[in-house]
């Protein structure tokens, strides 16, 4: 391969996009998946700004529909076609699984296959000759890290001339760092080709570390200012998008809010940069650079997620259930621009969920056959509302998105802090503020002597308002202390499948015997064993726990969350595989009507696909009977 381009540190610091970037994004185009990485909201949504919230989606009070105050519904896509990310990276854990540029699934065995009678070229497992042949290898595992494995020439090219041919030689050194540091690599690597930075300051070059700046000299022009309001940087108060649609949306219109870091953070990133500026020889001033790229990457970067096939029943069934895993991160422009809220509105999608790769020849049954999965790309993003949204007077409704933690999976408490620790803000949303369903979800303690006859304890109560009972702390603190124990022994991925089931059955007792039967944790704990249960072969224990399972999820969630309806198909496939016909066929059907209100009644979600399958499957077996 030719060398990839020759990098230098651009000069334009403006908010709108560059000459630069125009004339790069054709350059390319040859190499990257349709649809365009530059993408634009539906006509239904604008992008919006307030200094209380700053930039945010929201419904466009412009489009007659919203003016006649009709509802959007959900299932309702708001990007017109699908994101690429600016900048991705692979997750370190599936190195060798999937494409490292596209993402895609790989052989694990390095092989070139031809298609025979097509003439064409066939899905190949290709790997970098140049990368170093390691001996080391992940997190401390046994597993070599090897060269990086691409699943076709066009995506080994793209991945040379876009990232790879700057890392190469760096891949063991690269390895050690968070994916959060080697996505921000990827930020600056695409940065440097299109002729953007974040900082301002001379472009000189240095092709050696003779030439690099000093820690010192890298930190000019960066402040390093604790954390307070005073500190927030100045173009965070006010508009930086240009567009109303979204479209052409720069890197340089992302906030990157490195001033509002705390010294300690802020030195921290900057150390990593001019180590990896000296390592690699970057351009002078990199390191000052990388730091704030750095800092835009934590507060943007969102997790790709991937479904992969698992046959049920060992694959004796005509059904094959798709799981979510996260398989790399990536840096979307348009998709940046969501607010947050733990009880959000809409949802991200990815590959063959996003609006473009929904096409009749491009979607795969759920059985696995037919489909061009080739041409879908994992990467490939879109937003779905999971909600009816409507305006109400003239104020505009936001659309908005969970950042990771929502209501009912975490304690208001906690997720208030995770936010304000990750992403810097105090979370307002409607869900921080139902106190009534918080203390409802707190009220998780069993009456020491009467049990469920007395209604449920706060932790900080110290005797059981029915009955008068005063709280044996110790014996109290003394179970609390198992459970931890418990919880930290289940957690062990090396466990053996029966010591797993037998941890987690003394576990659930320990758990019965202080708390009451809708706490989240316990839900979590029955969903386990439901899983190990199913991994042992008792598909009736299996079924059994999940039913337990789905009550905690309908007590702490919405009868209509997502949450609800994943549960719910859950225990269906449980029931399905057990051939328990009948009653799978209703929660089928349940999960279905869930399904739809949240992706809408034409949509080819693969988990709907996977419902839809059941259900022609069921159908004539229970009508039969």
């Not at 069921?618 to 039969?624: Q, R």
Request: aromatic share 8%.
């Amino acid at each position: 391969l030719d060398p990839p381009p020759k990098l230098t540190l651009g000069t334009s610091t403006a908010t709108t996009t560059t000459t630069a970037q125009q004339g790069k994004a054709g350059t390319d185009k040859k190499f990257l998946s349709s649809p365009s990485i530059h993408s634009k909201l539906d006509a239904h949504f604008r992008i919006g700004f307030s200094m209380a919230y700053g930039h945010s989606i929201e419904l466009n009070m412009e489009t007659q529909t919203i003016k006649d105050g009709n509802a959007l519904d959900s299932g309702t896509y708001i990007f017109d076609h699908d994101e690429m990310p600016y900048a991705s990276v692979i997750d370190r854990e599936w190195r060798g699984k999937v494409c490292e540029e596209c993402l895609r699934p790989v052989s694990p065995s390095p092989t070139i296959e031809t298609k025979t009678g097509s003439g064409g070229e066939g899905p190949m497992l290709l790997e970098c000759s140049s990368c170093p042949r390691s001996t080391g290898s992940i997190n401390g595992g046994g597993t070599p890290l090897g060269p990086a494995k691409f699943c076709s020439r066009t995506c080994l090219e793209q991945a040379w001339r876009s990232w790879h041919g700057y890392e190469c030689k760096f891949v063991e050194e690269l390895d050690q760092f968070e994916q959060d540091t080697r996505l921000a690599l990827r930020v600056f690597w695409r940065n440097c080709r299109e002729g953007v930075r974040l900082v301002s300051g001379d472009t000189a070059e240095s092709t050696t570390t003779t030439n690099v700046d000093t820690l010192s000299s890298a930190t000019s022009g960066l402040s390093l200012n604790n954390n307070s309001s005073s500190n927030i940087d100045a173009a965070n108060r006010k508009p930086r998008v240009q567009t109303k649609d979204g479209s052409r949306i720069s890197i340089l219109e992302l906030y990157h809010n490195f001033d509002r870091l705390t010294s300690k953070t802020q030195m921290a990133l900057l150390v990593k940069a001019h180590y990896l500026q000296e390592l690699m020889g970057l351009p002078k001033n990199a390191a000052r650079e990388l730091a704030q790229i750095q800092a835009l990457v934590q507060f943007n970067s969102f997790a790709i997620k991937s479904k992969i096939s698992e046959a049920l029943d060992g694959g004796s069934l005509p059904i094959e259930h798709l799981k979510d895993f996260a398989v790399g991160s990536g840096v979307y422009l348009l998709a940046s621009m969501f607010n947050h809220s733990c009880a959000p509105n809409a949802m991200v999608v990815f590959g063959r969920q996003a609006k473009a790769s929904l096409r009749d020849d491009q979607v795969s049954s759920a059985g696995g056959g037919g489909g061009k999965e080739k041409d879908v790309d994992p990467r490939v993003m879109n937003v779905l509302t999971s909600k009816n949204l409507k305006a109400y007077g003239s104020v505009p409704a936001q659309v908005e998105i969970s950042y990771g933690p929502t209501g009912g999976r975490m304690a208001t408490e906690e997720r208030k802090e995770c936010l304000q620790q990750v992403y810097l803000f105090e979370c307002n949303c409607s869900a921080c503020n139902d106190r009534y369903a918080e203390t409802f979800r707190k009220r998780v303690f069993k009456c020491q002597k009467n049990g469920y006859a007395c209604r449920p304890m706060l932790e900080d109560e110290e005797e059981c308002l029915t009955c008068g009972e005063k709280v044996d702390y110790n014996a109290r603190n003394k179970m609390m202390k198992l459970i931890a124990q418990l919880l930290g022994e289940t957690s062990n991925p090396t466990l053996t499948l029966p010591r797993r089931l037998t941890l987690l059955k003394t576990l659930e007792v320990s758990q019965t015997r202080l708390f009451v039967d809708t706490y989240t944790i316990y839900g979590h704990v029955c969903d386990q064993l439901a899983m190990v249960y199913t991994q042992s072969g008792d598909l009736g224990q299996a079924v059994q726990w999940c039913r337990k399972a789905l009550k905690v999820v309908m007590v702490n969630f919405p009868h209509d969350s997502i949450e609800v309806a994943q549960e719910t198909l859950k225990l269906a496939g449980l029931l399905f595989n057990n051939q328990q016909h009948k009653e799978a066929l209703k929660h089928v059907k349940a999960a279905i009507v869930l399904y739809r209100g949240h992706y809408g009644a034409e949509s080819k979600h693969p988990d709907l696909l996977e419902l839809y399958q059941m259900e022609q499957f069921l159908k004539p077996i229970v009508n039969a009977s």
